[in-house]
């Protein structure tokens, strides 16, 4: 069984394509924090995920192998939308 690359070799890859963290954030419009968040932990983001992958010209099975698996849903993006806790139109 394969193993997911760790976060140093993704910034080694990263840096051998001229490829910045800040780049991908900015790409993105997240803070830099975040992609350094995604690549010690991938299931935190999945759209940076990809993103941290297309720019290492790889699918994210292929990065993170252990995490995400071949022909596998995308998994649903954010939190379902609620009324909340306080209903605002009322006040």
Known sequence: M???MTPAQIKMALQKKKISQSGLARD???TPQHIFLVIK??????PAA????????KA???VWPETF?????APKIGRPLTSGFYNHRAA
């Open 41 to 46: 932990d991938p299931t935190r983001s999945f």
């Open 69 to 73: 698996r071949p022909n596998q849903p």
């Open 2 to 4: 394969q193993t997911n």
């Open 28 to 30: 993105l419009n997240v």
């Open 50 to 57: 990809c993103h941290i992958a297309r720019a290492l010209n």
């Open 60 to 62: 994210p099975e292929e």
